[in-house]
């Protein structure tokens, strides 16, 4: 048996060709939520990258310092220079510790020996946060973490700041 070609209408060719351009259009519409969606994972990440906060390793003592420093920020088209901050000093060992300022309660700044009543502590001012001199928080106060660790790195006998790394515990 043969079979006979089937013809295509005119109804049937119409509703094909609008099909397919519709499809086209759909695809069109789609390519953008895609891209915006995939091309944050596909960027290279900055993280790592550490700022020069203008110490040299030699004037950082065992009394925590206050450090600001501003790092390059691009936002899509918006370039900007926020400041940071952080309480730099060394340890008993001799290490290098740099503390973030901001309270883990509610994102005050706290500062070192910012109370006469809590002296050798930081204090944020906001709701008596206390923390101890390493960023432990104290029990009994508002903070339940300890306050945030930056990465570092020494080059040259400068100090150079990364990320901001929260610590667990309470």
Request: include cysteine; hydrophobic fraction near 35%.
């Amino acid at each position: 048996m043969s079979k006979e070609k089937q013809q295509v209408s005119r109804r049937q060719f119409l509703n094909y060709s609008l099909m397919g351009v519709g499809g086209f259009m759909a695809a069109g519409l789609l390519v953008s939520p895609i891209r915006m969606a995939i091309d944050p994972v596909l960027k290279k990440s900055d993280s790592g990258d550490y700022a020069n906060v203008g110490l040299s390793v030699d004037d950082i003592t065992t009394e925590p310092q206050r450090v600001d420093w501003t790092i390059e920020q691009v936002d899509g088209w918006y370039e900007s220079e926020p400041s940071k901050t952080a309480w730099v000093y060394k340890d008993d060992d001799g290490e290098i510790v740099a503390l973030s300022p901001i309270c883990t309660h509610l994102g005050c700044v706290v500062s070192w020996e910012g109370s006469e009543q809590y002296p050798e502590q930081f204090y944020c001012p906001c709701h008596d946060g206390r923390y101890e001199k390493d960023g432990t928080n104290i029990p009994g106060t508002p903070p339940l973490a300890p306050l945030a660790v930056y990465e570092q790195k020494v080059e040259n006998g400068i100090l150079f700041l990364g990320n901001a790394i929260d610590r667990k515990g309470a």
